[in-house]
């Protein structure tokens, strides 16, 4: 089963609105990390966070970690067109599966003109 | 899409053929990746490797096959035996650090389509 869920499953807003989207994951993790994809493409990665780290920033983007609710999000702040994509969280294997990943459902974000 | 190609971009097959899809890097990366994405899902892990001539099962590799003769390479056969094989079919690459800090790059993809 997906160790990272998404929330919502698609977002709808307006530009120049913030968008939050969500991860809960299952099991202890050491980092997470946030990709985007645009229809049809490949992932591109965004953002890592730490799980001793509780919030970063990378331009637009801020995301959180909350590791006691085993949770994040992710905001992105003055949404444009541009934005529009569908944005997964990946959770990092327990030490027994080094190297692995594991992608949430993801949420699609449309950011109307 | 970086230094990670995939080709073809679109590939159609018959039922009961064999199918083979390309993934080339030259990030020098160590660890290569295979996915498949269905229509309004996410990524399900067929194949990975974290070194030339070594490759491990992910969760859905029944079906699928991989080799790994050359570190820049690691193409995915998708054999007959896949029933459902009509799919997006991603591949990434990562440098293969520990500790959870390995981030992916991942190819344009190749849709696939079973007539």
């Known amino acids: 089963s997906q160790q990272g869920e998404e929330d919502p499953q698609a977002l709808s807003i307006q530009e120049g609105e913030n968008a939050t989207m969500n991860c809960s994951y299952k099991t202890s993790i050491n980092n997470l990390q946030w990709y985007r994809q645009n229809s049809g493409r490949g992932l591109v990665h965004l953002i890592l966070i730490r799980s001793n780290e509780r919030e970063k920033h990378s331009g637009r983007l801020r995301v959180t970690l909350d590791t006691s609710k085993k949770s994040s999000s992710l905001l992105i702040t003055a949404s444009r067109a541009a934005d529009t994509a569908s944005y997964f969280c990946?959770?990092?294997?327990?030490?027994?599966?080094?190297?692995?990943?594991?992608f949430g459902d993801g949420t699609t974000l449309t950011v109307k003109p | 899409d970086g230094g990670i190609t995939q080709s073809p971009k679109y590939l159609f097959r018959k039922e009961g053929q064999n199918v083979t899809l390309s993934c080339e890097q030259n990030?020098?990366?160590?660890?290569m990746y295979w996915y498949r994405q269905d229509p309004g899902q996410g990524l399900r892990l067929i194949y990975y490797s974290q070194i030339v001539n070594d490759f491990q099962k992910g969760d859905i590799a029944e079906g699928y096959s991989v080799s790994r003769e050359k570190k820049e390479s690691f193409p995915l056969t998708v054999t007959s035996a896949q029933k459902n094989p009509t799919a997006f079919y991603l591949c990434?690459?990562?440098?293969?650090?520990?500790?959870?800090?390995?981030?992916?790059?991942f190819g344009p993809g190749t849709r696939l389509t079973v007539l």
């Open positions: 990434a690459s990562s440098q293969g650090l520990a500790g959870g800090l390995d981030t992916q790059y």
């Open positions: 990946a959770t990092d294997a327990p030490i027994t599966n080094a190297g692995k990943s594991t």
């Open positions: 990030l020098n990366h160590d660890a």
